[in-house]
């Protein structure tokens, strides 16, 4: 069974930095698009960060700047640094595998369970 295990999350006040990571054991996901969704209580998940299969990445506007997106293939994980956080980045971070191209996902065929963010004034 395909695990995506977040972990990194955490509360912080604004301006701070928190790294999430995103541990895919015994699996390596080559030629898949890797990502970072959140959802905020009450909203909608939505996409963050993604390194699509040749490797670029992609952002939301709002995070563009303070967010960066990386990945170790030895170790078969995901990073999703979180730089100048802001209360609005307050969710729940999920990691996600599947197929994007630039900042559009066309499916996710695995996520992870999740990681809370959160960020007071």
């Known amino acids: 069974q395909v695990q995506l295990v977040e972990s990194g999350g955490g509360s912080v006040t604004a301006g701070g930095s928190l790294r999430l990571s995103c541990a895919t054991p015994?699996?390596?996901?080559?030629?898949?698009?890797m990502g970072w969704f959140r959802q905020a209580s009450g909203k909608e998940r939505e996409g963050v960060a993604n390194?699509?299969?040749?490797?670029?990445?992609s952002y939301a506007d709002s995070v563009k700047g303070r967010f960066t997106i990386s990945q170790d293939n030895a170790k078969n994980a995901l990073y999703l640094q979180m730089n100048s956080l802001k209360p609005e980045d307050t969710a729940m971070y999920y990691c996600?595998?599947?197929?994007?191209?630039?900042?559009?996902?066309?499916?996710?065929?695995?996520w992870g369970q999740g990681t809370q963010v959160t960020v007071s004034s």
């Open positions: 015994g699996v390596t996901f080559n030629g898949y698009c």
């Open positions: 390194l699509d299969s040749g490797r670029s990445t």
């Open positions: 996600a595998a599947g197929s994007c191209a630039g900042g559009h996902w066309y499916g996710v065929n695995f």
